[in-house]
């Protein structure tokens, strides 16, 4: 025993025989200690630091122990106690610590997935938009080179192509338009101006403005209404959720085909469902449609009689839907797919 009176080469030269001891009785302890952190490397955060905690303090008590000669001295009893104290103070603080910690690792790393995800949206974004941006404008640029160069003169000519030139360039206005929108919801700086709407309103007003489109595809619109529900939200927002969601399905539906909306109130939720008749969407893609620019097995370049939008229209959706607390969803069903659109309805 080391007594508080001794030399400090006395003290050293009983802790040099004391440390073989010491070493004995706690190596294996810090073995059986590590073991076990292995075994446990999948188990929550919290379990390993509460083994961490445990391991020295363990270590330190198998020293003592070994160095006192498993006496039970006063002061072995004392230090044992102490012991006690700190694994009861230690072990509950390591246990919090631990899941304060996983949350915070799980959060950070939840964030940067999303990150990542955002980025590699944002890149496929500028690359696709790059593309549908440089169809229009070189269409543009060759029929004004071709009318200032003189190559078509007859009037008739000339109308066709200035009729063509402002065609593509409606073309880029709609891009840009969309383009916007998106940046303005995505940034976090879409405003509303929240009403009461009678969701019934909201839909046969876009299905007027769309009809000359659903004429030119040939294709059948019908409106089925169950309820008349009434929601809190901005009328030019949900103008344009109705209208992107009827103009992909009447895009994506084969000439005869017949695109149906629906309106139901359930649950307190006003309903809006529209059904197409497109043939169904891959499993694997359910999930991406509502990925800004993505547009599944289509061409990039819209056809000629296509809206000519840069495959951010169901991105849109999403984003005026939960700005509106809402959710939109997409699923087989028939001979095409349903995207349903939930809102919380106000009566």
Known sequence: MIESDESLAAMLAHAWHILPVALLFALPVVAAGSLVLYRLRRYSLATTLTVLVLVPLAATLAGVLGVSGFMFSTALTTMLLVCLLVAVVTVPAAVVLGRVIARRSVWEREARDRERAAEASRRELVAWISHDLRSPLAGIRAMAEALADGVVDR??????FARRIDGEAARLAGMVDDLFELS???????????TELGLHDVVGDALAA???????????MRAEAAARPVVTGGEPELGRVVRNLVTNAVEHTPPEGTVTVRLDALGGEAVLAVEDACGGIPDDELDRVFDPAFRGGTARTPAPSASGGGGVGLAIVRGLVEAHHGRVTVRNTGPGCRFEVRLPASR
């Open 155 to 160: 009037p008739d000519e000339v109308t066709g």
């Open 184 to 194: 303005r919801i995505t940034a976090g700086t879409l405003r509303l101006r929240p």
């Open 210 to 220: 769309l009809d000359p489109l659903a004429r030119r595809w040939g294709v059948r």
